[in-house]
């Protein structure tokens, strides 16, 4: 009889330290980012630095740049001037694929899922498509790495019960979880979610702040959020925006202790509009 292979080795890891590893250092550096649309500067003179692994919120009202900044770090508007590093290489010109072959993730306010699939299609797809197999037409074998992959997300984004189900089936919450898992496919090493509570039930909230507060600790991730409660429950720290412009850096307690913030953003709730 061949002996257990696995006797004596090492503990399996769990899900959220599989799913991939980076190295130290800055993971985004932004220096004087701006972009006008016509006369208009949407965001303006944005200076801010995010370290690998950290979990940062950006808040601010409607209208203060948010979206648009996102947009400029991923390579969907181009910025009109400043600079944009990943990871300590200068992508301020770079497309948007350039941007995510380096490890740049985004989700977005509308869902991009195939309804008419399966959670695990859904998933399964987002692995082949960040893979050199990306232009195979060979259908998956058992024991495909992908397959495994898409599983642990699956996994890890609390879906497992609904697997098999049909997209177009899931409830909002769920859809939103699984485009955190399509976010997590290829190994990313930041990702920007763009508020991803949005529309969700108070159940669906904690869910959600579970699968952020659990996900593996060197990947790093960028929120902006209506949800300050979720916002702040998630990041290390935050960066206010106001005007198109950083109004205020620092952890979430200063953040929510600052007068300032209060005044503009809180009044007399904790639920600021963003």
């Not at 130290?24 to 006008?36: C, P």
């Not at 006369?39 to 950006?58: K, Q």
């Not at 770090?73 to 600079?83: E, I, L, N, Q, R």
């Not at 190994?187 to 593996?216: C, K, Q, W, Y």
């Amino acid at each position: 009889m061949t002996p257990d292979a696995t006797a004596g080795a090492a503990p399996r890891p769990a899900v959220s330290d599989r799913i991939g590893a980076t190295g130290g250092g800055n993971a985004l550096e932004l220096r004087g980012v701006t972009k006008m649309f016509g006369a208009l500067a949407a965001i303006s003179d944005v200076t801010m630095t995010v370290e690998a692994g950290e979990r940062r919120a950006v808040l601010g009202s409607n209208g203060a740049g948010k979206t648009t900044l996102f947009n400029c770090v991923t390579g969907d508007f181009p910025a009109t001037s400043g600079t944009i590093r990943l990871f300590g290489e200068e992508v301020t010109q770079f497309p948007a694929h350039e941007r995510i072959r380096r490890g740049l993730r985004r989700t977005y306010q509308i869902s991009l899922l195939f309804g008419g699939l399966s959670v695990a299609d859904n998933v399964y797809l987002a692995c082949r498509g960040v893979s050199r197999a990306r232009f195979s037409l060979l259908r998956p074998r058992r024991g495909d790495p992908l397959v495994t992959r898409s599983e642990e997300l699956i996994e890890a984004v609390h879906l497992t019960e609904v697997r098999d189900r049909l997209v177009s089936e899931l409830s909002y919450g769920q859809q939103r979880q699984l485009e955190i898992a399509l976010a997590l496919a290829g190994a990313p090493r930041l990702i920007l979610f763009d508020e991803p509570a949005a529309g969700l039930s108070p159940t669906e909230r904690a869910e959600l702040v579970a699968i952020l507060t659990n996900m593996p600790a060197h990947i790093g991730f960028v929120i902006i959020e209506h949800d300050m409660d979720v916002a702040l429950r998630v990041a290390q720290r935050v960066t206010m925006m106001h005007n198109g412009r950083v109004f205020k850096e620092g952890t979430p307690a200063e953040i929510e202790d600052d007068p300032q913030v209060q005044e503009l953003y809180l009044g007399d709730g904790r639920h600021a509009h963003t």
